[in-house]
C-alpha cells in the first residue's frame, strides 16, 4: 500500500478499543501483510470522507492501545467526531472497523482438480508436522476445503491437534492401504473445531500399527503395485476437498515410495499443481538428509517412469543467533536454485506454545510470525 503521507512523520497515539475488535484488527492486518498502522490511517481517511459509512461499534469494556498516525491525523479525527457528535474512541472503533469491513480476507479460487502438497525430507525433527499442520490451516483459512493427513506412525501432527492416533485394533489408513479395512476411509476424518477453518479443514489422523506398513507392504498380497497403496487407500477423498497434506515420516522404506508416487504428476496436470516440500534447517544433517531422498526420487522416476516435482524448501526453526552455521547454511539453501526456498519460518515460541496447548497455531497466535510464514508458503503454494 502507497501511503499519501511521508510514513516517518508520525505521532503517537493513544485510545481504547475492545479486545475483540483488536484482535480482529491484528489477524486481518497479519493475512493481508499490512502494518497496522496503516491499516487504521487508511480507515480513517475513509471514514472522515464516508460519514453514515459505518454503524456505531461497541466500545463497552474496551481497554488500552496504541498506535502511530501521521502527524495531525488525529487531531483531525477528534475535530470530526466532535461535528459527527461521537466519542474520540467511537470514531476510531469505526474508522477501524470500516478498514475490517472493506479488506476482508482474499478467498483462493479452488482448483479444478485436488492439489496434493507431500511434506518430507529424510531427517526427523525439522518440523515437518508443525510446517504441514500450519499450511493446511492457512489454506482453510483462505476458504480452501482441506484434509491433512498424519501419515507417521510417531503420530505427532494428530497429537499436535489435540487427538490420539488409531488404535492398533481400529481401523486406519495403514489397514486401508493393506486392504485389511471395511468401509470407507471418510469414516476416519476428524474436523478441525475452530471458528478460523469453519467446517474446511480435517484430520485423517495417525495410526500405531504404520510401525509396521513398511514390512506388510514387502509382504502382503493385497497390494498388487505397492507403490500405488497410499493412492488407492485415500482416492475417494479427492473429490472432497481441494488441497490434500501429507505430513511423512523419515523414512527411506515402502512408506516413502507410497506418498512419492501419489505426488507425481499425473496426466494432463501442471507440473507445479502437486509435489514435494522438503523441510530442512540452517545446518549440515538436513543437507546430508535431502540428498538421500533425491536418491530415492531419482530411483522411483527412473523405475515406473513417473516425475515428481520438487515444489520448494522449507527452511524451518531458522534462528541467525545461532551464528556462522546458520547464516551460511541458509545462503546455501537460497543458492540451491531449482528447488527454491519457498519461505524461512523463525524459531520462535509461539508454535511450540500451540502444541503445548494442543491448538491450532493460527487459531492460537494468528498474527505471530511464524503464523504469516505459513501464510506466506500457501501464497508462494497457490499465485
Known amino acids: ?82 461535528s459527527r457528535s461521537v466519542s474520540y474512541n467511537q470514531g476510531l472503533a469505526q474508522s477501524i472497523r470500516l478498514w475490517l469491513d472493506t479488506h476482508t480476507m482474499p478467498m483462493l ?8 502438497f507431500i511434506v518430507c525430507n529424510q531427517k526427523g525433527g525439522v518440523g515437518k508436522s508443525a510446517v504441514s499442520n500450519g499450511l493446511a ?25 489435540g487427538h490420539l492416533p488409531l488404535g492398533i485394533k481400529e481401523p486406519s489408513l495403514a489397514k486401508f492401504m493393506l486392504g485389511e479395512a ?20 480435517f484430520l485423517l489422523p495417525a495410526c500405531k500399527d504404520a510401525f509396521l506398513l513398511d514390512a506388510k507392504l514387502a509382504t502382503t498380497r493385497h497390494v498388487r503395485v505397492k507403490e500405488t497403496a497410499l493412492e488407492k487407500a485415500i482416492e475417494d477423498l479427492e473429490k472432497d476437498f481441494d488441497y490434500i497434506v501429507i505430513d511423512c515420516p523419515p523414512s527411506l522404506g515402502y512408506t516413502m515410495d507410497t506418498a512419492l508416487y501419489y505426488a507425481r504428476t499425473r496426466d494432463g496436470e501442471n507440473p507445479k499443481a502437486s509435489g ?7 545446518e549440515d544433517t538436513s543437507a546430508d538428509a535431502y540428498d538421500m531422498l533425491q536418491e530415492q526420487i531419482e530411483d522411483m522416476e527412473g523405475d515406473l517412469d513417473v516425475a515428481v516435482t520438487q515444489l520448494g524448501f522449507v527452511v524451518n526453526l531458522y534462528d541467525a543467533r545461532k551464528g556462522f552455521i546458520a547464516t551460511s547454511s541458509l545462503e546455501e539453501w537460497e543458492r540451491f536454485g531449482d528447488p527454491s526456498v519457498l519461505v524461512i519460518i523463525p524459531d520462535l515460541k509461539e508454535q511450540r506454545e500451540a502444541v ?11 498474527d505471530c510470525e511464524q503464523a504469516i510464514a505459513m501464510r506466506d508458503l500457501k501464497k508462494a503454494l497457490t499465485k
Open 1 to 82: 500500500m502507497t501511503a499519501p503521507y511521508d510514513p516517518s512523520d508520525r505521532e503517537k497515539v493513544v485510545s481504547k478499543l475492545p479486545l475483540a475488535l483488536r484482535q480482529e484488527l491484528k489477524v486481518r492486518a497479519a493475512q493481508l501483510s499490512v502494518d497496522i498502522q496503516d491499516a487504521v490511517t487508511e480507515g480513517i481517511h475513509a471514514w472522515r470522507s464516508n460519514p453514515g459509512a459505518v454503524e456505531a461499534v461497541d466500545t463497552s469494556g474496551g481497554s488500552s492501545f496504541a498506535t502511530y498516525l501521521p502527524t495531525g491525523l488525529y487531531d483531525d479525527l477528534k475535530k470530526d467526531c466532535k
Open 109 to 116: 479460487v479452488r482448483p479444478e482438480h485436488v492439489r496434493r
Open 137 to 161: 490451516q492457512a489454506l482453510a483459512e483462505a476458504g480452501a476445503r482441506v484434509c491433512v493427513i498424519d501419515f507417521d506412525p510417531q503420530s505427532h501432527l494428530t497429537k499436535h491437534l
Open 182 to 201: 471395511e468401509g470407507n476411509v471418510r469414516d476416519l476424518l476428524i474436523p478441525v473445531e475452530y471458528d478460523t477453518f469453519k467446517g474446511r479443514l
Open 276 to 282: 514435494l516440500l522438503v523441510i530442512v534447517q540452517a
Open 356 to 366: 503445548r496447548l494442543k491448538r491450532p497455531l493460527l487459531d492460537y497466535a494468528p
